[in-house]
């Protein structure tokens, strides 16, 4: 019951410390404008946001592609061409 009671009495304290202090009150404030912006944004609908999906899995994948055969042709230039070796 103590524990609570300290508990409380340290939220008190801070509360009031927040509210009389010059950066509490700029927390506040930064707190509310804060809120008052992420009110603004616009989310996208279902449909929009399974397109952008789509989009991003597409380019994944062509770069996946690309840097494969980059890779692959390298490794060519460097073991069959320059190097000599052969698998």
Known sequence: MIRAAALLAGLAVAVVLIATSDMGRDFVAFAKE??????KVVWPTRKEAGQITAVVFGFV???????WGTDKFLEFMLYDVILGWKK
Do not use: D, P
């Open 34 to 39: 804060s809120v008052r912006e992420a009110k």
């Open 61 to 67: 994948l062509i770069m996946a592609i690309f840097l």
